[in-house]
């Protein structure tokens, strides 16, 4: 089983950029696919990137993609979301996750908020 703690999140203006982290406790980091996802207020939580094992193969949602970069350091157990020209409806609860098969996740952090304003 493995832990995840997010952390990065905060209040910025659109336009600006932040770096999310995710910390992964336990062992065997390396094989777990990892994804952020988010949720909005009164919005169903939604995929926002993925990557695989090695880090090597990306894939976005459309409303990120050339604005968000994931990556991650399997020897440092974290996993990344670098988000640039961030826009308001960006706003919501960040979430990592992780899981053993791509595209899903039985793993989840608690969550960090990202508000964007105009």
């Known amino acids: 089983q493995v832990q995840l703690v997010e952390s990065g999140g905060g209040l910025v203006q659109a336009g600006d950029s932040l770096r999310l982290s995710c910390a992964a406790s336990g062992r065997s980091f390396g094989s777990y696919y990892m994804g952020w996802f988010r949720q909005a207020p009164g919005k169903e939580r939604e995929f926002v990137a993925r990557v695989t094992l090695s880090g090597v193969s990306t894939y976005y949602a459309e409303s990120v993609k050339g604005r968000f970069t994931i990556s991650r350091d399997n020897a440092k157990n974290t996993v990344y979301l670098q988000m640039n020209s961030l826009k308001p409806e960006d706003t919501a609860v960040y979430y990592c996750?992780?899981?053993?098969?791509?595209?899903?996740?039985?793993?989840w952090g608690q969550g960090t908020q990202v508000t964007v304003s105009s």
């Open positions: 996750a992780a899981g053993h098969k791509p595209s899903e996740y039985p793993y």
